[in-house]
């Protein structure tokens, strides 16, 4: 045991050395976590979805065989939630093992957009958010919350009478939801605490689990759950005063959530998706406008807030990456491997951690040789001066077992500085 802190002890240096642009005794290795330990040893991301202890003995399996200095996202990938997941009857989400669902067994789950905010709706979602929200939004994305749409309407005439409001709440259908939305949360906290638990036990064996907080930037929230991609970037042109309304607002939510998460969570990461912010989604006059302005007060508050920005950009950001260096030191930023990471290196490297860069695709298709390869060609590019952590550009549910080991193997032995 007194090893193993000393373990953790030596890994949280080497991580903090490098989120502080300094050269650790090695390159630490974070392993995002998806479907493989589940795969690997035999098992489905179906079946860890409805049982959790799968999920909890593959997860320990791998850390066991493999030993990443660093583990995160094992809680976000539904495990232990299938019956929950079932309950809520989403109209957005497809997950492994769903009856009638389309989602390959050893996959992760899949969202599908869904134009949530009709075209016709803008006054309304405008003048009335949370009734938008009561009547409209949220019965949309849940079948669970249907009966919320036909709940009694402000806009219909104050209600005075408390007995009346009651009524309200009291119909079968009201009560069969509630019930249900009970039965659904105590599912969530028996997982969340389990996952609590199972972070506790990597901790106890060396491997550190930072990943603790999450916020989301308004214009994220408002194409992935409002709009939909297509109709969210026309609205870039069409409906500018939606946008920057819903932004700003939100913006005050996100804030207050991060300060609330570094409460709770001092000194971890607070991961921000970046999933409409690419080269290819809008230009750098949009970018400015609608998106960095937010992200980077985000960024912010977080560092305020006694937490680690851990910002995931998904796509090419190789025309955002000016942007990206006018940060607080401390902030990491993980990058998929359509972004030049020598590029990245040379524009934030004095300003900001960068990690990622690895293609997953490799591990999947490729050869022990060109894996290892790539990895020592990344390492060759993003060591030099540290302010690095090793990741593959995302996680990955299915890999030759051959390539991850050839992988770790590499990282450990030209990993050293």
């Known amino acids: 045991m007194e090893q193993n802190k000393e373990l953790y002890e030596k890994r949280q240096k080497r991580l903090q050395d490098a989120v502080d642009l300094k050269e650790p005794d090695m390159v630490p ?32 399996g791998f850390a066991a065989q493999y030993d990443p200095d660093i583990m995160v996202l094992q809680n976000e990938n539904y ?41 016709e709706e803008f006054d309304y979602f405008n003048n009335d958010f949370t009734g938008w929200m009561m009547h409209c939004g949220l019965p949309r994305v849940s079948r669970l919350l249907d009966p919320l749409a036909s709940i009694y309407s402000f806009e219909d005439g104050p209600a005075y009478d408390i007995q009346y409001l009651i009524s309200e709440f009291s119909t079968p259908e009201f009560k069969k939801m509630m019930k249900t939305i009970w039965e659904i949360d105590d599912i969530c906290k028996s997982v969340k605490k389990e996952l609590a638990d199972l972070d506790d036990e990597l901790n106890a064996r060396g491997c550190l689990t930072p990943m603790k907080a999450c916020a989301w930037v308004p214009f994220d929230c408002y194409g992935a759950y409002l709009r939909g991609t297509e109709d969210a970037m026309v609205d870039l042109y069409e409906n500018e005063e939606t946008i920057l309304r819903f932004c700003d607002r939100d913006l005050e939510a996100q804030l207050a ?68 260096k006018d940060v607080p030191k401390g902030t990491i930023y993980h990058f998929e491997s359509m972004v030049d990471m020598e590029n990245a290196k040379r524009i934030l490297g004095r300003d900001a951690c960068i990690a990622g860069g690895f293609p997953i695709a490799e591990l999947l298709f490729g050869t ?39 992988l770790f193997e590499t990282i450990r032995q030209f990993g050293v500085y």
């Open 257 to 324: 959530l991060i300060r609330a998460q570094g409460l709770q969570f001092p000194g971890k990461w607070c991961v921000f998706y970046l999933t409409k912010a690419s080269d290819q989604f809008m230009g750098a006059e949009h970018f400015q406008k609608y998106y960095w302005r937010y992200l980077q007060r985000m960024i912010e508050e977080t560092v305020q807030s006694g937490m680690v920005p851990y910002v995931y950009t998904e796509g090419a950001f190789n025309n955002r990456l000016e942007f990206l």
């Open 29 to 60: 290795f974070n392993y995002l976590v998806q479907g493989f330990p589940v795969n690997d040893l035999g098992h489905t991301m179906a079946e860890a979805i409805y049982d959790l202890d799968i999920a909890k003995k593959c997860v320990l």
């Open 79 to 119: 495990w232990g939630m299938g019956k929950a997941l079932e309950l809520m009857q989403s109209t957005r989400l497809d997950w492994a093992g769903k009856p009638g669902g389309k989602n390959k067994d050893t996959y992760i789950h899949q969202i599908h957009e869904i134009t949530t905010l009709k075209d």
């Open 368 to 406: 022990r040789e060109s894996v290892i390869d790539t990895a020592k060609r990344l390492l060759d590019t993003c060591m030099p001066g540290g302010g690095y952590i090793f990741e593959a550009e995302a996680g990955f549910d299915e890999a030759k077992r051959e390539n991850v080991e050839a």
